[in-house]
């Protein structure tokens, strides 16, 4: 196997990437539609509804669906997901 300089030998990625977890600092920012996937990704690999992921991020819940809300975006909790 090719090895890159930098590659984090227990997980296989750069430094760079080390955490799982989405970094959220610019997401008000963002492109709505390119914020859905990246919460969505969030709800389905680390979080186990909307409620954790605003707590594990300190995210505004009420500013974060408005922003959604205007793209035509909904949270369903059924599925852990916008839609």
Known sequence: ????????AACGI????????MNFSK???MDPHLLVGL?????????ESLEDLIKTHDLP????????AEA???YRPEQNQFR
């Open 1 to 8: 196997m090719m090895k890159w300089p930098g590659m984090v």
């Open 14 to 21: 750069v430094p760079a990437c080390q955490s799982n977890r």
């Open 27 to 29: 997401w008000k920012d």
């Open 39 to 47: 919460v969505n990704t969030e709800l389905r690999n680390h979080s």
């Open 61 to 68: 819940e009420d500013d974060l669906k408005g922003k959604l």
């Open 72 to 74: 035509g975006y909904g």
